[in-house]
C-alpha cells in the first residue's frame, strides 16, 4: 500500500513536470513569439509579412497540435513505466 | 435552376442526412442521453467534437473579424484552439478516470457539497444560454441568407430545428449527427478557400497561398493587401496592435475559456479509456486545425477581393457605380446586412474609413463625404463564394455548412443545459427518487425552456455573433475552469473556498461586463460607454474572463488555507483521478 501510494506520488510529479515543459512551449510560441516579442522577430520574413504575423495565425495552432500527441504519447508511456495504465 | 433552389437542395438533403442519423442512433437509455453508453472511438470523438466546438462563430463570423482586425483579431485563432492544450492536460483525461456523467456532478463531489454543484449548475446554465445566443444569431443569418426570409423569421426556423433535433438523440445521437455536419462544414469551408486561393495566387493550399505571390500584382498578397487598405485609410492588415495587455488577456479568455466549457469537456465523458481522452484532445484539435488554418487565408482574400469590387479599376481610381454592382451585392441588401447610402451623390460606392482622421483631407480631396458601404462581418463568409463569383453549388454548399455548424453546436449546448437541469438539479438535489423516464422527460422539457429563452436574445443580440460568444468564454474561463482545475490539482482546496472562488469570479466578470455592455445585454441600461477610455487599465470587457479566473484562484486558495482541510475520502478522491488505474466506464448511478 505504502509502495503504492509512493508510486503514484512519483507518477504525479512526473505528469506535473510534463505538463510544466508543454505549457512553457505553449505560452512561448502564443503569447511569446505571436504577441510579446513580435517586435523582436520583425526582421525575420514570412512571405510579404513578419515570422511574429505567422506564428499568431498559423504557427502557434500547428505547434499545439505537436504538444498535445507529444504529451498524449509520453504520458501514455509513463502510465506503463509506473504501471498505473488500465 | 435558380439558386434559390440549389441552397434549398443542399441545405434540405443535409438535414435529411442529420434526421436520419438521429433517428437510426437515438437514446433508449440515460446513460446513453447523456455519455452516449461511453463507447465512442477517439477519432471519431475528435470529429464530433470538433462540430460540437466550431460553431457558427467559427464558420460565420470568425473570418469576417479577422477580415476586419487584420493581425490583432488573431486572439481567436489562437484562444480557440490553445484551450485545447489546456484541456488535454489540465482536465479531459482526469474527468474521464472520474467517470460521472456532467460537469457539476465532479464539482459536487470533489467539493463535497450541494452549494458548489448548485454553484457549478448556475455558471453552466448563464454561460450556456449566452453561447446559445450566438448560434442563434448566426444561423439566422444563414438562413434569412439561403432561404430568403427576414433575419428574426431565420431565428425561428433555426430554433424550431434544433430543438427537433436536439430533443430526438441525446448525446449519443448528437454524436454521430455532429460527424456527419463536421464532414459538410469542413467541405463546405475549404472547397470555396480552395478554388479562392487559386484564383488569386494559383496555389490550391489557402494556408500557403495566403503568403504566397499575388498574381495580378506580382508581389506577396499580404504585401497588396496593405497597401490597397492604406489607400483607403485604413490601418494596414498586418499591423501590429498596441494594447497587448488587452491582447493577451483576451487570447487568455478564450483559451481557458475553452477548456472551461462544459459542452466540450462532457464529450470526453464518451471514449472509453482515459488514454483515449489524451488522444482524443489531440484528434479534435487536428479536425478543427483544418478550419482554423484555413480561416486566415479567407479573411485575407475576402478582404482583397471585397476592396476590388468596389474598386474595380484599383484604390486610386474613381469606386463602381452602384448601378454596377454586382448580383450578390443585391441579394445581401435585402437581408438588411449589407447597406449603401450614396452621401455624396455621385452614384459610386465610395468604401473607406472614415474614422481615420488623417485620411479626412484626401477624402475630401477625392469628393467623398463618408463611408458608403456598411457591411455586416458575418456575411464575410457567406458571401464569399459569390464575391469570387464561383458556381452556385459552391454557393449551396456554403448555405449548408453555416448551418450546419450552428446546429451542431446548438445540440451540444442544449444538451449541457438539459443534464445540468434534470441530472443536477433535478435527480441529484430535488428529487432523489425520479425514474430514469422522469429523467429524461425533464431533460427534453429543459431543452425547450433554453431554447425561447436563447431564441428570445437572439433576436436581441448584444453583438456580433463571435463576440457574443467571447462573452461565454469570459464566464466560463472566470468560474469553471479555475474549480474543475483545483479539484484536480490542489488537495488543499475545500467546499468553502471553491465555493467563493467561484462566485467571485463569476459576479466579477458578470459585473464588468454588464457595465459596459449593458445589464443583462438590455440596449441602454450600460453604466459606462463601451470605449477603450474607459475600461479599467485597458482590458475590454471580452478580455475580463482571464482576469476573473485568477481572482478565482486567489480567492478559492486564500479562503481555503484559513478553512479546515477536505476530509480524507475527498484527499482519495483526487488521488484516485490523478491515475488512470481502475478507470472503467462512465458510471451509472
Not at chain 2, 71 to 88: D, E, H, I, P, R
Not at chain 2, 155 to 184: D, E, N, P, R, S
Not at chain 2, 213 to 227: A, M
Not at chain 2, 288 to 314: C, D, H, K, Q, W
Request: with cysteine; net charge neutral; glycine share 10%.
Amino acid at each position: 500500500m505504502a509502495d503504492d501510494k509512493a508510486n503514484a506520488a512519483a507518477y504525479w510529479k512526473a505528469n506535473v513536470r510534463l505538463i510544466t515543459w508543454s505549457l512553457v512551449v505553449w505560452a512561448l510560441v502564443s503569447y511569446g513569439f505571436a504577441i510579446l516579442l513580435r517586435p523582436m522577430l520583425a526582421g525575420i520574413p514570412v512571405g510579404g509579412t513578419d515570422l511574429g504575423f505567422w506564428f499568431a495565425q498559423q504557427g502557434s495552432i500547428l505547434t499545439f497540435i505537436a504538444i498535445i500527441f507529444h504529451y498524449a504519447w509520453r504520458l501514455n508511456k509513463l502510465d506503463k513505466e509506473f504501471d498505473v495504465e488500465e | 435552376m435558380s439558386q434559390f433552389a440549389i441552397n434549398l437542395i443542399f441545405v434540405g438533403a443535409s438535414f435529411a442526412l442529420y434526421i436520419g442519423i438521429a433517428i437510426w442512433a437515438r437514446a433508449g437509455s440515460t446513460k446513453e442521453f447523456y455519455v452516449a453508453g461511453g463507447g465512442v472511438n477517439p477519432i471519431t470523438n475528435g470529429m464530433a467534437t470538433a462540430a460540437d466546438w466550431m460553431s457558427a462563430a467559427s464558420f460565420i463570423s470568425m473570418a469576417g473579424l479577422i477580415a476586419a482586425g487584420g493581425y490583432a483579431n488573431s486572439t481567436f485563432l489562437m484562444g480557440w484552439t490553445g484551450g485545447y492544450v489546456l484541456l488535454a492536460m489540465l482536465l479531459a483525461p482526469y474527468l474521464r478516470k472520474f467517470g460521472k456523467f456532467t460537469v457539476p456532478d465532479f464539482i459536487g463531489d470533489r467539493f463535497y457539497s450541494r452549494g458548489a454543484r448548485l454553484t457549478a449548475v448556475i455558471c453552466l446554465i448563464v454561460m450556456s444560454v449566452t453561447y446559445v445566443i450566438g448560434q442563434m444569431t448566426g444561423a439566422g443569418v444563414a438562413f434569412s441568407r439561403f432561404l430568403e426570409v427576414s433575419s428574426s423569421a431565420g431565428i425561428w426556423i433555426a430554433a424550431a430545428i434544433v430543438f427537433l433535433y436536439a430533443v430526438f438523440g441525446g448525446m449519443k445521437g448528437i454524436t454521430y449527427t455532429q460527424v456527419a455536419q463536421y464532414v459538410v462544414l469542413i467541405i463546405a469551408y475549404t472547397i470555396p478557400a480552395v478554388f479562392i486561393s487559386l484564383q488569386l495566387t494559383g496555389n490550391p493550399i489557402p494556408m500557403f497561398g495566403m503568403f504566397g505571390t499575388h498574381i495580378d500584382s506580382g508581389q506577396p498578397l499580404l504585401v497588396t493587401l496593405n497597401e490597397v487598405v492604406r489607400d483607403l485609410g485604413f490601418r494596414d492588415y498586418t499591423a501590429d496592435v498596441d494594447n497587448k495587455l488587452n491582447m493577451v488577456l483576451f487570447t487568455l479568455s478564450l483559451m481557458i475559456g475553452t477548456a472551461g466549457l462544459p459542452h466540450v469537456i462532457i464529450r470526453f465523458f464518451t471514449v472509453p479509456k482515459v488514454a483515449d481522452a489524451r488522444w482524443s484532445a489531440g484528434w479534435t484539435l487536428v479536425f478543427i486545425a483544418l478550419l482554423y488554418l484555413t480561416a486566415p487565408a479567407v479573411a485575407s482574400m475576402a478582404r482583397l477581393n471585397l476592396i476590388t469590387t468596389v474598386f474595380p479599376e484599383g484604390t486610386s481610381a474613381p469606386a463602381l457605380a452602384y448601378e454596377d454592382r454586382p448580383e450578390w451585392v443585391k441579394t445581401w441588401e435585402q437581408t438588411g446586412l449589407l447597406r449603401w447610402e450614396d452621401k455624396n451623390g455621385d452614384g459610386r460606392i465610395q468604401m473607406y474609413n472614415d474614422a481615420n482622421a488623417a485620411f479626412a483631407p484626401t477624402a475630401e480631396a477625392r469628393g467623398w463625404a463618408g463611408n458608403e458601404l456598411t457591411v455586416n462581418n458575418d456575411i464575410l463568409v457567406l458571401a464569399n463564394p459569390e464575391i469570387a463569383n464561383l458556381p452556385g453549388w459552391v454557393i449551396g454548399l456554403i448555405a449548408a455548412g453555416g448551418i450546419a455548424a450552428a446546429l451542431s453546436t446548438a445540440a451540444g449546448l442544449l444538451l449541457a443545459i438539459s443534464s445540468a437541469i434534470s441530472h443536477d438539479l433535478i435527480k441529484s438535489i430535488i428529487n432523489p427518487n425520479i425514474s430514469e423516464k422522469g429523467e429524461m422527460l425533464a431533460a427534453r422539457i429543459s431543452m425547450a425552456g433554453a431554447i425561447l429563452l436563447a431564441t428570445y436574445l437572439g433576436l436581441n443580440p448584444p453583438g456580433f455573433a463571435a463576440q457574443v460568444v467571447a462573452l461565454a468564454f469570459g464566464i466560463a474561463a472566470a468560474s469553471l475552469f479555475p474549480a474543475l482545475m483545483m479539484g484536480i490539482f490542489s488537495k488543499r482546496v475545500n467546499s468553502k473556498g471553491a465555493i467563493a472562488g467561484m462566485l467571485v469570479g463569476l459576479i466579477s466578470t458578470l459585473l464588468y461586463i454588464f457595465t459596459y455592455l449593458g445589464w443583462f445585454f438590455i440596449g441602454g441600461t450600460n453604466m459606462l460607454p463601451n470605449t477603450p477610455d474607459n475600461w479599467l487599465f485597458g482590458i475590454s470587457p471580452l478580455s475580463f474572463g482571464a482576469v476573473g479566473a485568477m481572482l478565482n484562484f486567489a480567492v478559492a486558495y486564500a479562503v481555503s488555507l484559513s478553512t479546515e482541510e477536505p476530509p480524507q475520502e475527498i484527499q482519495d478522491l483526487v488521488e484516485s483521478v490523478r491515475t488512470p488505474k481502475g478507470a472503467g466506464a462512465a458510471l451509472d448511478h
